[in-house]
C-alpha cells in the first residue's frame, strides 16, 4: 500500500497498464489529473483543442495498436462533447477508456452548476460505467476498465471522478491487476465446422472486425489457403488479407462492397462468418440474404444467430478458434473442390470492373474521385494507414483505394459519423510515428474538426489529409435527388483549405489537375509537417454502388446445399 492523491494513484495505474499516450483538455473538474498527467515523463499528454478530438483519437489510437486508447474530459459540457466519438468507439467495438471529472460529490443530484447524469448520457454507448468514490478502490476499477474494454467484444468503459475529490490523500494497492485470456467451446463443435467446409462446394469465408481484434489474420489466411476458399471482409474487417489476393473478393456491404463479395454471400452453399456480427449493413438492409448454410463464430455470444439462423454458433475468439481449425485440418483427408467457385466468382468481379473502373484514368476536370484514388493507391506504400470519413468520399475510397495489412484501415463503419477520420489518423500517427498515415477525407467532414489542424502542428502529428472536395453534403443531395428530384439544405461555401492549413502552420495545396496528383502527394508525404491537399472533385459522378443488391435483386445460383 502506498499513499497518494487520487489523480496520482490513476496515473499510476495507467501506467501499471502500459500506457504510453493520453488525449484529452483541461477543465477545472481534472486539473489534478492533467497536473499529475504532465508532471510525470513516462506519459505523453496530448492537448487537444475539442473533447471529441481526444476521444477519436484514443480511438484511432486503439485501432492500429491493439492496445486500450485512454482520453479525459472536464465535467459536464466536456465530458458531453465526447458523445459522438465514444459512439464510434462502441458501435465498432474500439476498447476505450474515457475519465472525466463530476461536480463535487455533496452536489450531485442538486442540478449544479455543470452538472448532467453522465453515467446515464453513457450507459447505452459503454460497455462499464463507475464512479470513483474512494483513492482504496482506484486500483480495483482501474483494473477492471482496462480488462472490460478488452474483454469479450472490445468496446469504450466511462470512469468520472467527482472535483471535490481529486487531491484526497490515501492508501491503494497498486499491483491490483487483472490477467485473463480467452475461451472458446468443446473442439468437437469445431470438428464439425471443419467437416462441413470440407463438404461444401461454394464455401466463404466472411471476416470481421474480431480477427482484427484478436490477431487472427495469419491463421484465417493459413485456412483459406489451405482449402482455397474465397474470403470476403466486412468493413472494418478489410486487411486480414490483402485485397490483391487471388483468395480475396473484397469488402461485401452497403457502405462500399461490391458485387462480387455481396454475390458470393448471397451464393455461396456455406458462410464461415468469424469475428463478424453478419449485420444488417453487411446483409443490405437484409435484401442481400445469405441462401445457404451460416457457421457464425464469434466472441459475443449476443450476435450470434442474431439476424439469421446459422447451422452451426461458435463462441470463442478467432484467433483460437481458427488455430483449432487448423490444427483438426492436420488429420483430415480431403479434396480441394473450389476452383469453379473461385472462377465464378472473378467473372462477377470482372463484370464489376468493367461497371465501375471506366473513369480510373480521366483526365477531366475538376478531377473524377475515382482518378484521384487510384493514382494515390500507386504511389502511397502498402503498409500506409488510411482513415476515411462519412459521406461519398467513403464510397469511393472503400472501392478505388484496396487495403493491404491489418490495422491499416480505420472509419467509423458502423455509426457513419463525420468528424471521426481526421482526430481518427492524429491517433493513428501518434501509434506508428514511422508509418504514413494519410486521411481521406470530404471537406464537409473536414471543416468539423479542422480547429486540430493546430493540435497536429504543435505536436507535430504529420498526417496527410487528401480532401475530395466536392463542394456539399453529397451523399444526402444524390439520395434528394434521386428520390425527390431535386436537393435543398445540402450545399455552402468554402474558404481555400490550402492557405488555412497555412495560417495553422501545416502545409497547403490545391490539387486541380490530374496529371499533377502524384506529384503532390509525394511532396505532402515528404513535407516534414502535417499536410493538407484540397482536391476540387466531380460533385456529379456517381459513387460505385450494387444497387441490385440493395434492391434485394442479386441473381444467385440455384440453391446450393452441401453435400
Known amino acids: 500500500m502506498v499513499q497518494l492523491n487520487m489523480g496520482k494513484a490513476i496515473v499510476e495505474m495507467l501506467k ?65 462533447n465526447t458523445v459522438l466519438s465514444v459512439a464510434d468507439a462502441y458501435k465498432d467495438g474500439t476498447p ?52 472490460l474494454a478488452k474483454s469479450g467484444k472490445p468496446g469504450p468503459v466511462f470512469l468520472e471522478v467527482p472535483e471535490d475529490l481529486w487531491d484526497n490523500v490515501g492508501e491503494a494497492n497498486l499491483d491490483y491487476l487483472i490477467r485473463a485470456s480467452q475461451s472458446y467451446v468443446a473442439s468437437s463443435m469445431i470438428e464439425e465446422a471443419v467437416d462441413l467446409l470440407l463438404k461444401a462446394d461454394s464455401p466463404l469465408i466472411l471476416a470481421g472486425a474480431g480477427v482484427m481484434w484478436s490477431e487472427a489474420w495469419e491463421e484465417l489466411r493459413a485456412l483459406a489457403e489451405t482449402l482455397e476458399i474465397p474470403v470476403a471482409t466486412t468493413g472494418n474487417g478489410r486487411g486480414v488479407i490483402p485485397e490483391d489476393h487471388p483468395l480475396s473478393v473484397g469488402m461485401a456491404g452497403s457502405y462500399g462492397g461490391n458485387a462480387a463479395a455481396d454475390y458470393a454471400l448471397a451464393s455461396a452453399d456455406l458462410v464461415l462468418a468469424i469475428g463478424a456480427s453478419v449485420s444488417v449493413n453487411t446483409m443490405y438492409f437484409m435484401n442481400n440474404s445469405i441462401t445457404g448454410e451460416l457457421i457464425h463464430v464469434n466472441i459475443d455470444p449476443t450476435v450470434i444467430g442474431k439476424n439469421y439462423p446459422c447451422r452451426l454458433g461458435i463462441v470463442g475468439d478467432a484467433k483460437l478458434v481458427l488455430s483449432e481449425m487448423l490444427r483438426i485440418l492436420k488429420s483430415k483427408t480431403y479434396t480441394k473442390k473450389t476452383a469453379s467457385w473461385i472462377s465464378e466468382l472473378e467473372n462477377k468481379r470482372r463484370e464489376w470492373v468493367e461497371k465501375w473502373y471506366t473513369q480510373i484514368k480521366s483526365d477531366a476536370v475538376p478531377i473524377k474521385p475515382q482518378r ?159 499536410a493538407v491537399v484540397d482536391v476540387p472533385v466531380d460533385p456529379d459522378e456517381l459513387i460505385p454502388i450494387n444497387l441490385e443488391a440493395y434492391l434485394g435483386l442479386t441473381k444467385v445460383s440455384p440453391q446450393r446445399r452441401i453435400g
Open 16 to 80: 501499471r497498464n502500459n500506457v504510453e499516450h493520453v488525449f484529452g483538455l483541461v477543465g477545472t473538474a481534472v486539473s489534478r489529473l492533467v497536473y499529475e498527467l504532465g508532471k510525470d515523463e513516462s506519459i505523453d499528454y496530448i492537448v487537444t483543442r475539442h473533447e471529441q478530438t481526444a476521444a477519436s483519437m484514443a480511438d484511432g489510437y486503439a485501432r492500429v495498436t491493439g492496445k486500450v486508447g485512454v482520453c479525459q474530459a472536464t465535467a459536464g459540457p466536456g465530458t458531453l
Open 96 to 147: 476505450m477508456i474515457l475519465i472525466t471529472g463530476q461536480v463535487r460529490s455533496d452536489f450531485i443530484g442538486r442540478d449544479v452548476f455543470d452538472e448532467v447524469d453522465q453515467i446515464a448520457v453513457f450507459k447505452p454507448i459503454t460497455k462499464w460505467q463507475q464512479r470513483i468514490m474512494k483513492i482504496e478502490d482506484v486500483p480495483r476499477i482501474i483494473s477492471n476498465a482496462f480488462y
Open 372 to 530: 484521384l484514388l487510384t493514382d494515390m493507391r500507386k504511389i502511397i506504400p502498402r503498409n500506409a494507414i488510411i482513415t476515411m470519413g462519412a459521406g461519398s468520399h467513403h464510397a469511393f475510397a472503400a472501392e478505388y483505394f484496396p487495403v493491404y495489412h491489418p490495422r491499416s484501415q480505420l472509419s467509423a463503419f458502423n455509426f457513419a459519423a463525420m468528424a471521426f477520420a481526421f482526430p481518427a489518423a492524429l491517433g493513428a500517427k501518434v501509434a506508428k510515428p514511422d508509418t504514413p498515415v494519410i486521411c481521406i477525407i470530404g471537406e464537409g467532414d473536414f471543416m468539423m474538426t479542422i480547429q486540430d489542424l493546430e493540435t497536429a502542428v504543435r505536436e507535430e502529428i504529420n498526417v496527410v489529409s487528401v480532401i475530395l472536395n466536392n463542394g456539399c453534403y453529397g451523399t444526402p443531395k444524390l439520395f434528394q435527388k434521386t428520390v425527390y428530384g431535386d436537393a435543398y439544405g445540402c450545399d455552402y461555401g468554402n474558404p481555400s483549405l490550402a492557405k488555412l492549413a497555412e495560417d495553422f502552420g501545416a502545409c497547403g495545396w490545391t490539387l486541380e489537375r490530374p496529371s499533377e496528383i502524384q506529384d503532390t502527394i509525394k511532396e505532402a508525404l515528404d513535407c516534414g509537417k502535417p
